[in-house]
Structure formats: structure tokens, C-alpha cells
């Protein structure tokens, strides 16, 4: 039967699969963009290094989302859910949604796709934020009834 700990266990080896598939990304992104401009008139016109760079520079809030998100996990699996800690990491994946949103609509000033992806993510941004706060209201919910017992 599923259960919690196991919905748990499932996201934890998402985290480390999508790690492992944005570093696999990152070591085949010259071959990937390579065909994707033998591929694309606009991709062409851009180049492979504006392609690269976005790639790279992407990979930074990325990889730190998976940080945060992996600490998020861990606590939850250690039953410690609405604690400060953990709307702390909501905020930083937010934030990280959000650099990369910027990353990608600075893109689309070359490659129009781009933008899309950055609406998506800072979607997900706003998303993730309002969870956050519904996170920091539960904690405080949770320290005042840790005062009145």
C-alpha cells in the first residue's frame, strides 16, 4: 500500500534522477545545442555560445533548488515539518525559481523559447511562495500552541 514514506522515498530519488539528468545536461550541452542549431534558423543566428551560457549560468540556481529541496526532504522524512528550517528552504527554492525565470527571459532576447521556459518557472516561483507562506503561518500556528500547553 502507498503510503507517506514512501511518497517520500519517491521524491528523494526524483531529486537525485533530476541531478543527475542536469549534469548529464551540462556535460552533453555542447552536442545537445550543436543539433539544436542544425536545427533552428534563430537558434543559428544566436550561436552556441549564448545557448551555452544560458545553460551554465541556469545550472547554478538549479542545482541549488535540488540542494534545498533535498534538506526540505530530509527533514520531513525525520517528521520535522512545520519548522522554521523548512520555510527557509521554500524561500530559497523560490528564489531560485525566480533567478532562473530571469535567466531564461534574458534569453529569449535571442532565442524568443526561452521565454517560455522563464514564464514556466517563474510560475513555479509563485507556486513554491505560496507555500511558503501557508509554511511560516503553520509554524507560527504551531509555536503559539507549543506556549499555551
Known amino acids: 500500500m502507498w503510503n507517506d514514506s514512501k511518497s517520500l522515498v519517491l521524491s528523494k530519488i526524483c531529486v537525485v534522477l533530476f541531478l543527475a539528468l542536469l549534469l548529464a545536461s551540462a556535460a552533453f550541452a555542447p552536442r545537445i545545442v550543436a543539433r539544436l542549431i542544425g536545427m533552428s534558423a534563430q537558434a543559428h543566428e544566436a550561436g552556441l ?3 551555452l551560457a544560458t545553460i551554465y549560468v541556469g545550472c547554478v540556481p538549479a542545482i541549488a533548488l535540488l540542494a534545498y529541496l533535498h534538506l526540505l526532504l530530509r ?6 515539518v512545520f519548522v522554521s528550517e523548512n520555510t527557509v528552504c521554500l524561500r ?3 528564489w531560485c525559481c525566480f533567478a532562473g525565470s530571469v535567466i531564461c527571459l534574458t534569453s529569449a532576447l535571442y532565442y524568443i523559447p526561452w521565454g517560455v521556459v522563464g514564464i514556466a518557472a ?16 503553520a509554524v507560527s500556528l504551531q509555536d503559539d500552541a507549543e506556549l499555551t500547553i
Open 75 to 80: 527533514r520531513l522524512s525525520a517528521g520535522r
Open 49 to 51: 555560445g549564448l545557448f
Open 92 to 94: 530559497h527554492i523560490s
Open 122 to 137: 517563474a510560475f513555479m516561483g509563485l507556486v513554491v511562495r505560496v507555500i511558503k507562506n501557508v509554511f511560516a503561518k
